[in-house]
């Protein structure tokens, strides 16, 4: 029982030790200062028009 006792605190610890380190590295990330790209960066891509029409086979004409 005492070895079982000792794996549960060690993998609670480490547990807790891995969720600060998550938090820590999260708000340093979180406080870069990001700039959005130029437009002018971005390749413009061309415009795709689809038009899709449905008929009816079962009438007659």
Do not use: C, H, N, W
């Not at 079982?4 to 605190?9: N, P």
């Not at 708000?27 to 990001?34: P, V």
């Not at 700039?35 to 008929?55: G, L, M, T």
């Amino acid at each position: 029982m005492e070895r079982s006792k000792l794996i549960a605190i060690l993998t609670g610890a480490i547990s807790i030790i891995l969720a600060i380190a998550y938090l820590i590295l999260v708000q340093l990330l979180d406080y870069r200062d990001m700039k959005p790209a130029p437009i002018s960066q971005f390749d413009q891509a061309p415009a795709i028009i689809s038009v899709f029409q449905q008929i009816d086979k079962t009438t007659k004409i």
